[in-house]
């Protein structure tokens, strides 16, 4: 990979995004911006899972919500690696709020509400390390280089 700020990040498709048959072009958003997907995995978040993910949002109004949607089906987890991958992936999803989000964002083109917002993805370092960390192991992480990765 070339010279930069080189990071690895965490997105989730949510249930919404994975009942619509939206994940393709999820990940394909991110790979046609140079990002790698490093590790991948669909599986059911569990309760316990889903109250570890979203720890910070305990007490507030929405956890409910979020917790439910969350485990009411599966879901694709995957870690991007690439330069500034977490504010570029967040440049890419757009808005929380897709009536707010701009138009070629994910949210913006794709999704329906504020929490069946098609995806879940790291908001800093830490938030990533902590969220890759719920969902992968040191050694789902798959090493490779990307044609004309030079240019990334």
């Known amino acids: 990979m070339a010279e930069g700020n080189v ?10 995004g994975v009942r619509r048959g939206l994940v393709g072009e999820v990940i394909g ?3 046609r911006k140079g990002l790698k997907v490093v590790a991948m995995k669909m599986l059911r978040v569990t309760p316990e899972l889903a109250q570890r993910h979203y720890a ?12 439910q949607h969350i485990t009411s089906g599966p879901v694709v987890a995957f870690a991007l690696e690439g330069r500034s991958a977490i504010s570029v992936v967040r440049l ?3 808005a ?8 070629g964002t994910v949210r913006g083109d794709l ?42």
């Open 7 to 16: 990071e690895r990040t965490f997105v989730l498709v949510k249930p919404d």
């Open 29 to 31: 958003r991110y790979v």
């Open 56 to 67: 910070e949002h305990q007490g507030k109004p929405f956890y409910a919500a979020l917790v």
């Open 92 to 94: 890419l999803n757009g």
């Open 96 to 103: 929380t709020n897709p009536q707010t989000a701009a138009p």
């Open 111 to 152: 999704a329906l509400g504020i929490t069946p917002n098609i995806i879940h993805a790291s908001d800093s370092a830490e938030s990533a390390a902590r969220e890759l960390a719920l969902y992968f192991s040191p050694n789902d992480y798959l090493a490779y280089s990307l044609v004309g990765e030079e240019y990334f």
